[in-house]
């Protein structure tokens, strides 16, 4: 059996927290066979896209990211001023470390010195994606009655996908618990709403934010921004989404927006 490997684009997005989050993105070109020619042919997509990035616009370089990384960020910034000779990591007032705007590396580094700077910082452009057969991915399809309408999930015409189920499904859980769904109304009896009404009963007892009326056998959620959304969705027999199969031909067309 011949392993398969994929280069995926990673996107960038932005938060409150960072400049930019990092988000799973596309496919970049077709399926490789040989390890060696897809590492060097991401070396060379992570190579342009870290000499074209201004390093003060994007996490993990910037200063919040210096607070919940003190130990790796110190770390980086040894091997960069000592491997490069760039003192492009300076430490402010309050000891935080981050780049300044206008902060790019040298054209002269290695492809080694960069293999451990993408390693230090956790910043990756692109990612390889190993396969034991086929290419096969996962995407969230979002199902009615919670969802206006059904469909994958999206965000401008862009379709999200995973590389395993399990990647997925967490995904999903915690996708969900920030969607429209408050005030859903599920009806039907315990025992149809659910595998093991038991567990969902005891659930019920302790939440105040989903409510089951025995009179007309009717589940309410009236919140999912907590905890506990997790648990009932996964107890939930129709669940408010389903991880579909795609193939590498159904993903190669999707282009990551920015």
């Given at each position: 059996m011949v392993k398969k490997y994929v280069i995926r684009q990673v996107a960038f997005r932005y938060s409150d927290d960072h400049f930019y989050s990092h988000e799973m993105g596309g496919i970049k070109g077709d399926i490789f066979t040989d390890y060696v020619e897809a590492h060097n042919t991401l070396m060379e997509l992570e190579r342009d896209s870290y000499l074209a990035t201004d390093l003060g616009d994007i996490e993990p370089f910037s200063a919040c990211s210096s607070d919940v990384n003190m130990d790796k960020i110190i770390q980086?910034?040894?091997?960069?001023?000592?491997?490069?000779?760039?003192?492009?990591?300076?430490?402010?007032?309050?000891?935080?470390?981050?780049?300044?705007?206008?902060?790019?590396?040298?054209?002269?580094?290695?492809?080694?010195?960069?293999?451990?700077?993408?390693?230090?910082?956790?910043?990756?452009?692109?990612?390889?994606?190993?396969?034991?057969?086929?290419?096969?991915?996962?995407?969230?399809?979002?199902?009615?009655?919670?969802?206006?309408?059904?469909?994958?999930?999206?965000d401008e015409g862009t379709i999200y996908f995973y590389n395993t189920y399990v990647e997925a499904y967490n995904e999903a859980i915690k996708y969900c618990s920030y969607s429209n769904l408050n005030d859903t109304k599920i009806k039907g009896k315990l025992e149809d709403i659910t595998d093991m009404p038991m567990i969902l009963k005891s659930l019920l007892k302790n939440s105040n934010d989903f409510n089951y009326d025995e009179v007309v056998e009717e589940l309410t959620i009236k919140n999912t921004y907590t905890t506990e959304w997790g648990a009932l969705s996964t107890l939930l027999r129709n669940k408010p989404f389903e991880i579909r199969l795609l193939t590498f031909d159904d993903v190669k067309g999707f282009n990551e927006s920015m």
């Open positions: 980086l910034k040894i091997y960069v001023d000592q491997q490069l000779g760039q003192n492009i990591l300076k430490i402010d007032n309050y000891g935080r470390i981050s780049a300044d705007r206008e902060t790019y590396l040298t054209k002269n580094i290695t492809n080694e010195q960069l293999s451990m700077i993408r390693f230090k910082s956790g910043l990756k452009f692109y990612e390889l994606v190993e396969f034991a057969d086929e290419p096969q991915f996962f995407g969230i399809w979002e199902k009615s009655p919670f969802h206006k309408s059904e469909g994958f999930r999206s």
